[in-house]
């Protein structure tokens, strides 16, 4: 009963000059399973609003050209709903990782930069993201790290490590 409450209330709005409205209610489908809904109304004479009623017309019921379209959303939201534990999920280990974690997609951009790779380079998040993004984006791996040294100077703990990497990236 919920989604024809809100069916009405939707209408209502249309009828009284809203042009599109929109809302998600939960609906029991033929088969008795509750599905989430999006109801969405709109009006197709949005022109008559400014119009002032006949007052003859006012015994009638007022006359309004409208749609409304109903698309089941039950998959969409609860596949959102795992991506946002997920991603919080995700975030937690990253954030409380012992190590530093540093993500760059294939451009070289970096998506993630955590507290401990901070920590260890001297540099935040945001001035990372610019440093790296460049870096990769122009250099091959030597160049790579003769710009790490440069960080390095921020942090001589983070430059002795470099100095420790493996022969093929020097």
């Not at 008559?48 to 309004?64: C, F, I, N, T």
């Amino acid at each position: 009963d919920e989604g024809r409450t809100a069916l009405r209330e939707l209408m209502a709005e249309i009828v009284a000059g809203t042009n599109q409205q929109t809302r998600e209610v939960p609906i029991i489908k033929a088969s008795g399973q509750v599905a989430l809904f999006s109801l969405s109304a709109a009006s197709l004479d949005p022109a008559d609003r400014e119009v002032e009623p006949d007052r003859s017309s006012a015994r009638r019921p007022r006359e309004v050209n409208g749609i409304v379209t109903f698309r089941d959303v039950t998959e969409t939201r609860a596949i959102e709903e795992e991506l946002r534990r997920t991603n919080h999920f995700l975030m937690n280990i990253i954030s409380s990782s012992a190590d530093a974690i540093v993500v760059a997609d294939i451009e070289g951009r970096i998506l993630i930069f955590n507290e401990v790779a901070t920590q260890i380079t001297g540099y935040t998040e945001e001035e990372a993201k610019y440093i790296i993004h460049v870096v990769i984006k122009t250099s091959r791996p030597s160049g790579f790290l003769q710009a790490f040294r440069q960080v390095g100077n921020r942090s001589p703990k983070f430059a002795d490590r470099l100095l420790s990497w493996p022969a093929c990236l020097h």
